[in-house]
């Protein structure tokens, strides 16, 4: 099969995914945390009270999240015993490039969803002081690169051992 038919076939099944949609809504409310939990820019301005706290709060939480998700969604057809099968079938270093392809290609999109969500509330948090000039590459760089990071550290720690339990524990000793 060519790789731009699997990736929209492991794509369409990731986002049919419960789990996925568990971490996805998880992901978009992760900046609220950045409003009362998780404040690590030190300023009192409004951009950092307001922009740069959420975004990185929602960064590390979905960071966190969308490693998880990679693990588990690495490990399904280990889980379910069919990845003779799949192997026969398909290579398997190109389904993990289709996999992970698919697994960026939802963070980008929990990305332009959370950023879309909170726009109207930070434009009314920060007041007069919104710039989108600032909003866009906040967001981009915090929580986009937070996504991103997760992702490749988990699939990274899950390629090297090919177990969810030890690669957990390596993403968990990564991000901690």
Known sequence: MKTVRLFQMELRRLLQSRLAWIVILLTALSPLAGLSLY??????TMLSLYLANPALAGG?????LFGVLAVFELDRTNRSRVDVLTDA???????????LAALIASALLTLCVTALVWLPVS??????????GDYVPTYLLFM???LLLGILA??????????????????AAFAG
């Open 123 to 132: 434009i009314h948090l920060i007041g007069s002081v919104f710039d989108g």
């Open 89 to 99: 079938a398909v290579s398997p270093l190109r389904m993990a490039l289709v996999r």
């Open 154 to 171: 988990a699939s990274s720690a899950y390629q090297f051992t090919r177990r969810a339990d030890l690669s957990l524990v390596l993403f």
């Open 39 to 44: 404040k690590p820019a030190s300023a009192s």
């Open 144 to 146: 986009g690169m937070g």
């Open 60 to 64: 590390v939480a979905g960071g966190i």
